[in-house]
């Protein structure tokens, strides 16, 4: 007696083909590597042939730009070609970013992304890239808190002090930033979020507004990061109250830090190197591979701790997690502040 429900021939065919579809495409992929990988390898053992190019969002003088020259001359040095630094400044580095993320993606083309990257994803909507899958990250090359700084006279004796005179008198005291929807503007925001305080945003647009106003007193606290704040501390002419460095890690001797009073308020401001996100893995390996031998060289990570961080090398992962994580933190603290970029 026939099964009254067999599959017919070409039905029977067309499910077996269904279900070893999936098999057929892994073994597709797993093909197509072993035929690439021997000539993307090739490419990485030959690589570089000619001059490295790495943007950069910001004017010479600045910090970033001071950390990319002291990178780029070693890198290119053990490299065997010039690295060399192309300034591109306008839009917040988005100029620059946009560059990058569009460029040909043969590592020839590279960029130092400060923090700030984080800051623009969390609050930009309508970018020309996508802030993380149009990339490969590299490593990073240095990292440093944020300090909350007041004159070395001020009546704000520390960051618990400042946090109980706040919460005593709302909207007193004011606190300035380099801009809206800067780093030092939400973490400020995410300060009192946290504490439940309020005081009042004063924000510049960058340059060196935010020491003038604190030094002549029209400013109670500036936050900015260490790459500033370190110069100042040596010459006495403000005095720290706290770092956004993680819990009992502040760099400071005898500082404490922000998340000693606030334990979820943790933020270290970054540079790294990243690249456009189809360039070959042996390039970024040999890239990553390198970059970390500079960051090993005595005399670099002695000018990064006189700028006021710390070398810090990393896997492309773990680079990559840096700034996905501060992506959703800022961008959380957005929200709930209704802050929106300019």
Not at 118 to 134: E, G, H, I, M, T
Not at 276 to 291: G, S, V, Y
Not at 299 to 322: I, N, Y
Request: hydrophobic share 45%; glycine share 8%.
């Amino acid at each position: 007696m026939k099964h009254r429900f067999a599959l017919s021939a070409p039905t029977l065919n067309r499910s077996v083909l269904v279900m070893a579809l999936p098999m057929l495409l892994t073994i597709l992929i797993a093909l197509t590597a072993l035929v690439w990988s021997p000539k993307a390898q090739a490419q990485a053992d030959d690589y570089p042939k000619r001059p490295i190019r790495m943007l950069l969002g910001y004017p010479p003088g600045g910090g970033s730009d001071l950390v990319a020259r002291l990178i780029a001359q070693p890198l290119g040095e053990r490299l065997g070609q010039p690295v060399v630094v192309d300034n591109k400044p306008g839009a917040g580095g988005t100029i620059a970013t946009d560059m990058a993320a569009k460029a040909t993606p043969d590592g020839y083309t590279i960029i130092l992304l400060p923090s700030g990257h984080s800051s623009v994803a969390a609050l930009k909507r309508n970018l020309p890239f996508q802030p993380v899958k149009d990339f490969a990250w590299i490593s990073t090359l240095t990292t440093y808190p944020l300090a909350l700084s007041v004159m070395p006279t001020s009546s704000i004796k520390s960051f618990a002090d400042f946090v109980q005179r706040s919460k005593a008198e709302p909207g007193k005291f004011t606190y300035s930033s380099s801009g809206i929807g800067t780093a030092p503007h939400l973490i400020g925001e995410w300060i009192l979020w946290e504490a439940g305080i309020s005081a009042v945003h004063v924000p510049f647009k960058g340059g060196t507004g935010p020491v003038t106003e604190l030094l002549a007193g029209r400013v109670d606290v500036m936050i900015d990061t260490m790459t500033l704040t370190a110069a100042m501390l040596k010459d006495q002419r403000i005095r720290v109250l706290a770092t956004t460095a993680p819990k009992g890690m502040s760099p400071l001797a005898n500082v404490p830090t922000v998340a000693d009073t606030l334990p979820q308020v943790v933020f270290e401001s970054w540079l790294g190197i990243a690249a456009p996100a189809a360039t070959p893995k042996p390039i970024l390996d040999k890239l990553n591979r390198e970059i970390r031998a500079v960051l090993e060289l005595p005399d670099v990570r002695q000018k990064l701790s006189d700028f006021g961080g710390a070398a810090r090398p990393s896997t492309p992962a773990e680079f990559q997690a840096r700034v996905e994580r501060d992506i959703e933190s800022l961008r959380k603290v957005a929200t709930e502040r209704k802050i929106e970029a300019e």
